[in-house]
C-alpha cells in the first residue's frame, strides 16, 4: 500500500523525476513540535514539482514526498553520515534552517524519534522509488533518474556569493555516463545562464545511492537557483515568503531541453 503522503506518477518512458524537497506538510502531532511551522517549510524546493509538471507529459514516471523536509530528509543518508565533509548542511532531521535558526525549543528529536520517522516517512519514499526504478529497468534496460530541487540563490551559511542557476550533480562523474552529463551541461551552456558541475552541489544521498551506471540506472541531480522561476526578497520572511510561482519561468524552457536530452539518451544504445 502507497503512503498516503507520496504522489506517485507512474510512466511508460525510462525517466524518473524524483522531488524530496517540495513538500510542505507537516503531520499531525509534529506541527506543534516545531518553534514556528513557518520556519519547518520554508526551506522547501518551493513550486519544483509544477515547475516540472511537463514531466509526465513526456511519460516519465514522478515520485514525490508531500512532507517538509524539517520533519526527514529523504535526500540525506539515513545513517547520518554527512555528504559534504567539512562543509555546513542539514542532517536527516534538521534542527535548524539553512539559516542557522533553530527549529526547535529544545533538542530536537531524539534517536528514536529520528528512527521512527526514518521508517513511517523516509523508507516508503524510497521504496517506491526503488520499485518505479525496478519497473522501468524491467521494460527497458536502462532508465535515467533526475533529482529535481531548488535553492535560494544566496544563503551565506551554505555557500559563498550568489549560486549559479544550474547546479548539475554526478558525484565527480560517478553516478551517470559521461554522455548524459555533457548532454545536460551543453544545454545549460547554451542557454547563456549561469552553470556548473559537481560544484557546491554535487549530487545529494539519491543520486549518490541510486547511480549505478554499469547496472543501467543513471543519476543526476539538477539543483536551480529559485530566481531563474520566482522572485527572491533579500530577506524571507512571513509576510513575503514563498512568492508565486512565476508564469513564465525562464528557465523552464531549458528543463524541458534538458529532460528530453535525458528521455533521449535513456532510449539510446545500452
Not at 511519460?59 to 559534504?84: E, K
Not at 521504496?127 to 524491467?138: F, K, Q, S
Not at 543513471?218 to 526578497?233: D, F, K, N, T, V
Request: charged letters at 20%.
Amino acid at each position: 500500500m502507497t503512503a498516503d503522503f507520496l504522489d506517485i506518477h507512474s510512466g511508460t518512458e525510462p525517466l524518473i523525476v524524483a522531488f524530496p524537497h517540495t513538500g510542505t506538510d507537516l503531520p499531525p502531532g509534529l506541527e506543534d513540535a516545531f518553534v514556528s511551522p513557518w520556519l519547518a517549510r520554508r526551506d522547501a524546493d518551493w513550486w519544483i514539482d509544477r515547475l516540472y509538471a511537463f514531466a509526465q507529459d513526456l511519460g516519465a514516471t514522478t515520485v514525490r514526498t508531500r512532507l517538509s523536509r524539517s520533519v526527514i530528509d529523504c535526500n540525506r543518508d539515513p545513517s547520518g553520515v554527512s555528504l559534504y565533509p567539512g562543509q555546513t548542511t542539514t542532517g536527516l532531521c534538521p534542527t535548524e534552517t539553512f539559516d542557522d535558526e533553530p527549529l526547535y525549543a529544545g533538542d530536537g528529536p531524539d534517536e528514536a524519534e529520528i528512527a521512527r520517522r526514518r521508517i513511517a516517512y523516509f523508507d516508503p519514499y524510497h521504496t517506491a522509488l526503488t520499485a518505479e526504478i525496478e519497473r522501468l529497468r524491467a521494460l527497458h534496460g536502462k532508465v535515467v533518474l533526475y533529482d529535481a530541487h531548488s535553492i535560494r540563490s544566496h544563503i551565506p551559511r551554505l555557500f559563498e556569493g550568489r549560486l549559479p542557476q544550474f547546479n548539475i550533480g554526478t558525484n565527480g562523474g560517478a553516478t551517470c555516463d559521461a554522455a548524459l552529463a555533457e548532454a545536460v551541461s551543453a544545454i545549460c551552456h547554451a542557454s547563456g545562464h549561469s552553470y556548473v558541475r559537481d560544484g557546491r552541489f554535487k549530487g545529494g544521498w539519491t543520486t549518490r545511492h541510486y547511480g549505478r551506471p554499469q547496472d543501467g540506472v543513471h543519476a543526476i541531480q539538477m539543483e536551480l537557483s529559485m530566481r531563474g522561476y520566482m522572485a527572491e526578497p533579500d530577506l524571507p520572511t512571513p509576510e513575503n515568503w514563498p512568492t508565486p510561482l512565476d508564469p513564465y519561468p525562464a528557465v523552464q524552457p531549458i528543463l524541458r531541453r534538458i529532460l528530453a536530452a535525458a528521455l533521449e539518451f535513456a532510449k539510446g544504445p545500452a
